[in-house]
């Protein structure tokens, strides 16, 4: 008996105070049927003392939830920290892009310039580009190991 008062004054109390909060209006039929039940649940939980069983019963699930929740905290605790550690990670490669994307434009001008240019038989002009190049390329290395650390 204990248990099903508890249940249904524990489930109406925080249904009641949760309807009081997220509306404008409770209506009267609500209140005279949650207000007496909260009241008779509470009084027949007060006055039925559960037995030795019960009381093992209703301790053991109580342990039980809370090594549930510490569980389940410190499994969010690590998801949360992984989250962090990609959300750091994409700001730094977020930042390295911004900073190589010119000289990457800038490579993609050449290239598209050197095979242009072989096209047309200028093979000095291409190794002038080929090595301009490799210094932008060296340069993106350059930025990317400074962000790195």
Sequence with gaps: MYEKASFVFWITLILYIITLITVSYVGVYLTY?????IVISGLIMKFSEPNQQSK???????STLK???NATNTFLNETNSLLDEI???LEKTNLINQK????????????MKKLDDELNN?????????NEISTLK???RDIEKQHSL
């Design 33 to 37: 049927i949650a207000i007496p039940l």
């Design 56 to 62: 093992e019963i209703i301790n053991t699930t109580k």
């Design 67 to 69: 090594t549930v929740n």
């Design 87 to 89: 959300n750091n990670s």
């Design 100 to 111: 190589t994307r010119p000289l990457k434009d800038k490579i993609h001008k050449l290239e």
């Design 122 to 130: 200028k093979h000095t002009i291409t190794e002038d580009i080929t």
């Design 138 to 140: 060296s340069q993106i």
